[in-house]
């Protein structure tokens, strides 16, 4: 089960930027201060008294719903006021209350806005903190390479601003990936880390965290007794602090410890107290796995009515629980049925060809037939010898027809989703966790299509399309589409592999090389831009009458972004893109520049010399 991350629940709301200090939720704190914001009702103009009242009893209101409550308030005071610090603190809260609730698809998109307002702010921790928050829902939603590179991200700001609560949080969230996937040599390792920096502040919260987790790490390793102990010194201190989402968790990881011993009297014990906490403060996923438990638990003491009904109330919360997979499972059922519906029009084709086929012989059969017994051995002789010949044109007809169409689909589709094409009948969309996007184009295209000779553009756009047709096939990477004087890209795909990165900066930087060269007489020398980004993308076919492979996402659209943010003859990569080849290539920061629909982000030139 996926271990507690202290940033996704408690830490969450500890790690809002505007906290003085780092302190635990405290509900009686968030009613002295309800007490105090009575004093400052809303009013026009700038009121950053009243929005810090608002932040800070979001952040330490123990009741979910009410915590999101003020949270949502500080956020639309704080964008009527267009307050940058407070809109991400308001976004954030909600996106931390939003996963306390199980809530996933809204807590991603509401630690995504607070990202976007961490671009022109000089705190520069805002944007680790949101870094650790997006991991943590990755975390959860099972995509472990972005969740790991998203926690690296945040340890890489809180080494640099020294925040240590926030770096023991950062250690302690991404040895919680890697207990999830049974890598517990390195969860440990992590906990550990995170242990130390708690131990050294004296954060009982952190404490109490690392106490369970380490539990959990026992359990998985059979040390029941040393799991046991660390659970109760955990439930101690967070009963102290009225911190109970843990205490449902690690409550949980008990009863699979007593469970594990056929114990299962103290095994209902504990995963009804679990289930009690989580229903209290509506906890979705942990009412989920206790529910689970106690339908086994019940089952196993011959108490089937218990069981059914804890069975009902687990697959309730369990459908509950998968908002995440919405995108991907429309988008699988929309290319199954344009691709179901081109395959019903290749069958019905094929019908028809072999009626014809069995008609056309069916006469020849008569005809053959009709000559009499006098001709009757010369007829068949010749008979067979036509259709010896008509089968021998007809499979020479089929196999150039087979091949023709067995060329023409690979031109439109890679060969892997042709194969399942023609396997299957139809494709799945997939979805990527990691692609590599590149566009590129031509300056001043426009103005030279209508300057120059409409043979040259052509017979120059085609030259260059056709050259990069041949790097991009070299360096292993998927041509997507053309767009006017655009070309699109895509490494990682249909096949995933680890060196999608640097195969489209090699690629990139062969393509400038080309263009800066001297081309030939009949070709027009223009100047490129290129842009390229890395992220999830989901891939698929569609069209109806024109089959296409297409990618889409929000990765595809940061890399177009890119490519219009570039320069002639430069390579512009995004800031996840350097992150994950920075040891190897060189770049030159450009700072954050403004792109459509996402804000101010990190922009790197490749520094290689491309000419």
């Known amino acids: 089960m996926k271990i507690l991350s202290l940033v996704g629940i408690v830490g969450a709301f500890l790690l809002i930027f505007n906290s003085e200090e780092a302190v635990a939720q405290d509900q009686k704190k968030a009613d002295s201060l309800l007490l105090e914001l009575k004093n400052y009702p809303q009013k026009a103009g700038s009121d950053t008294l009243r929005l810090y009242l608002l932040s800070n009893i979001s952040f330490n209101y123990n009741n979910p719903d009410s915590a999101l409550f003020y949270a949502e308030m500080l956020t639309e005071e704080a964008l009527e006021q267009n307050l940058s610090k407070w809109i991400f603190s308001g976004y954030f809260n909600q996106g931390s209350v939003q996963r306390l609730l199980g809530n996933l698809d809204l807590a991603s998109q509401n630690f995504f806005k607070s990202l976007e307002y961490t671009q022109d702010s000089s705190n520069f921790n805002q944007k680790g903190k949101a870094y650790l928050a997006i991991a943590d829902v990755y975390s959860i939603s099972g995509v472990h390479q972005n969740s790991v590179d998203y926690y690296r991200n945040a340890i890489d700001i809180f080494t640099q601003t020294g925040d240590e609560t926030s770096l023991a949080t950062a250690y302690l969230n991404i040895g919680d990936e890697f207990f999830s996937e049974d890598q517990y040599d390195s969860a440990i390792y992590y906990f550990e880390k995170s242990e130390v920096i708690f131990e050294k502040i004296n954060y009982l919260t952190g404490k109490a965290y690392n106490l369970g987790n380490l539990g959990m790490v026992y359990a998985k390793l059979g040390q029941n007794p040393r799991a046991e102990a660390n659970f109760n010194e955990a439930v101690e201190l967070l009963q102290s602090m009225g911190d109970y989402y843990p205490i449902s968790v690690y409550n949980g990881y008990m009863a699979e410890i007593y469970a594990a ?134 499979k020479q007809i089929i196999e150039s027809e087979k091949d023709r169409s067995e ?205």
């Open 261 to 394: 011993q056929q114990n299962y009297p103290a095994a209902i014990t504990y995963a009804t107290t679990s289930n009690s906490i989580a229903e209290k403060f509506g906890f979705k996923e942990q009412i989920r796995d206790a529910s689970q438990k106690l339908a086994a638990y019940f089952e196993e003491t011959g108490n089937l009515a218990e069981s059914y009904r804890f069975f009902k109330k687990y697959a309730a919360y369990k459908d509950s629980i998968n908002n995440l997979k919405a995108i991907q499972e429309l988008a699988d059922l929309r290319t199954n049925l344009e691709v179901s519906q081109k395959q019903a029009e290749v069958e019905l084709l094929e019908k028809e060809s072999e009626l014809n086929l069995l008609k056309t012989k069916r006469q020849e059969v008569l005809l053959y037939s009709a000559g009499g017994l006098f001709l009757f051995a010369g007829i068949i002789a010749v008979g067979v010898f036509k259709k010896y010949r008509y089968e021998r044109k007809t």
């Open 407 to 611: 060329k023409l689909l690979l031109n439109i589709l890679p060969a892997d989703i042709a194969n399942e094409l023609k396997e299957n009948g139809k494709v799945k969309a997939r979805k990527y966790e990691a692609a590599t996007v590149m566009f590129t184009d031509f300056k001043n295209f426009t103005k030279a299509s209508e300057d120059l000779d409409p043979e040259l553009i052509v017979q120059s756009i085609d030259y260059y399309f056709s050259k990069f047709d041949e790097i991009v096939e070299k360096h292993g990477l998927e041509k997507i589409k053309t767009i006017g004087d655009a070309y699109m890209c895509a490494g990682g795909i249909p096949i995933p592999n680890t060196t999608h990165v640097m195969d489209a900066i090699n690629a990139a930087k062969e393509m400038c090389a080309l263009v800066r060269s001297n081309p030939l007489s009949q070709v027009h020398r223009f100047e490129m831009r290129i842009g390229i980004h890395t992220g999830p993308v989901v891939a698929g076919i569609v069209g109806t009458k024109k089959w296409q492979y297409d990618i889409w996402g929000d990765t595809v659209n940061i890399a177009s972004r890119l490519e219009s943010s570039s320069e002639p003859g430069r390579i512009n990569i995004s800031e996840h893109t350097y992150e994950l080849i920075r040891s190897g290539v060189n770049c030159q920061y450009r700072g954050k520049i403004e792109i459509k629909n996402h804000g101010a982000i990190d922009m790197y030139f490749l520094k290689e010399n491309i000419s």
